[in-house]
């Protein structure tokens, strides 16, 4: 059984604030290796589902934060920038099955460091109306590809919105979300059994996923005018709004690849103080 884990860190073990994952800070280096052994958790957990080959996907901001050196050898890892598919690289027609480590809720929504692919560009985005968390638009394109998702780690409040697109999967509640930089935590010892008891169960019962199909269309609520105007230099892209933006594709690739050439322009527009 062939097994892909796409691997954020704003829900990892720990983690409560922006110092606990920007790349370079002292927070980032501690919480890289606890990020490392959340994911080996889950390694552990599918391997002794059955699982017989597990690839690694790194997702979070500059995709080279999973320590190699620390990774369970029986895994491969995809690290670095920038992916075809981005936090959904590594999943194709042969991958029997997908895992969510280390996830958080949608832009605008209550959650541990709560967004949907970039910090401070959005206010809310939606998929055919629906809230559009990472782990609804990555189960999206992986349905697509008749991928189910197996697995979710996360705060409490991800592990809610992952019900309403992975209802067979297991679910690994790490932390208590009081506030969108406070929570309640769980010591990394006692998350590690959590996680690979999840990552056991959801392998077990796997089953094909019965998810929406297309034309999909991406509505986006910008926090800015500029990014908007930055964002509709994309030919399919439609300015709806001040602060909206709205586009329709027949499939989740089309839809995955334009949002990920969105958020490059969104973050290009961006102003360091005005946003």
Known sequence: MNVVISADMEGISGVTSPADVNPGSAGWNHF???????????????????????????????????????????????????????????????????????????????????????????????????ICSEGYINALYAAELGVPVVLISGDDLTIEDAKRYAPDAGYAVVKRCIDRFTAELIPPEKTFEIIKSAARDGLSRVRKPNLAKGPYTMRIEFAGANQVIAATHIPGVHQTGTREATYTFDTMEEVLRCFEAVTILGNNSRDAVYG
């Open 32 to 130: 890289r290796k606890i990020m490392t052994a959340d994911v080996n958790a889950a390694i552990a957990g599918f391997f002794e589902a059955g699982a017989r080959n597990i690839v690694v996907n790194d997702s979070h901001a500059n995709m080279e934060n999973v320590v190699v050196d620390l990774l369970d050898p029986r895994a491969t890892l995809i690290s670095g920038r920038h992916k075809k598919h981005c936090m959904a690289e590594g999943v194709t027609k042969d991958t029997d099955a997908l895992a969510f480590i280390g996830y958080h809720t949608a832009a605008g929504q209550q959650g541990i460091m709560s967004h949907t692919y970039s910090g401070d560009i959005y206010n809310a985005i939606w998929l055919n109306e629906e």
